[in-house]
T-cell receptor, first 115, second 114 residues
């Protein structure tokens, strides 16, 4: 089955600086890569996702890059703000025509923004 | 508003009790999931369902059971709660079919077994 590794497990960044979280996956057939943000005491929420037919996607201060050859993808947060402090999870899945894929999650990165 | 709802939000219960965690969604999704998560830690899939009368065990072995009699409802039951079941339980749903689709999570039930 799919295996997703996520690094680092904790990350502290000065406010205004950039943060990068990296994930690798094992199944070359995986083609969908979402990122979830979970604030303290709240539910995980999708913040951005990318499909294997594109190499990069950006949404304001958040971007995700995908390297299919190396089987890794990364989350980039620029101009970090205190509200970016949260646990971030990457995930991967292998879509089929029947939609019966399951997401495999990484182990999470606790991001702390230092004011 | 379309969402996924979990009750109760918090539950403290004694060892040996039977409990049912409720999950309902008004998003019209066919696929539903249960995850177990210690706060801020890894998400472990324990059950999932592709539709009515379909249930499957997830990647993490669990003593809980689930049922899917109605599309919008996916309750999780523990016949005899133990302290090792203390955790947060998150319900989620996604669209089917359509290939890759994101998960929408409920707010979770934080279970404490004393």
């Amino acid at each position: 089955g799919e295996n997703v590794e996520q690094h680092p497990s904790t990350l502290s960044v000065q406010e205004g600086d950039s943060a990068v979280i990296k994930c690798t996956y094992s199944d070359s057939a995986s083609n969908y890569f979402p990122w979830y943000k979970q604030e303290l005491g709240k539910r995980p929420q999708l913040i951005i996702d990318i499909r294997s037919n594109v190499g990069e996607k950006k949404d304001q201060r958040i971007a995700v890059t995908l390297n299919k050859t190396a089987k890794h993808f990364s989350l980039h947060i620029t101009e970090t703000q205190p509200e970016d402090s949260a646990v971030y999870f990457c995930a991967a899945s292998k879509g089929t025509n029947f939609g019966n894929e399951k997401l495999t999650f990484g182990t999470g990165t606790r991001l702390t923004i230092i004011p | 508003e379309a969402d996924i709802y979990q009750t109760p939000r918090y539950l403290v219960i004694g060892t040996g009790k039977k409990i049912t965690l409720e999950c309902s969604q008004t998003m019209g999704h066919d696929k539903m999931y249960w995850y177990q998560q210690d706060p801020g830690m890894e998400l472990h899939l324990i059950h999932y369902s592709y539709g009515v009368n379909s249930t499957e065990k997830g990647d993490l072995s669990s003593e809980s059971t689930v049922s899917r009699i109605r599309t919008e409802h996916f309750p999780l039951t523990l016949e005899s709660a133990r302290p090792s079941h203390t955790s947060q339980y998150l319900c989620a749903s996604s669209q089917l079919p359509g290939g890759n689709s994101p998960l929408h999570f409920g707010n979770g039930t934080r279970l404490t077994v004393t």
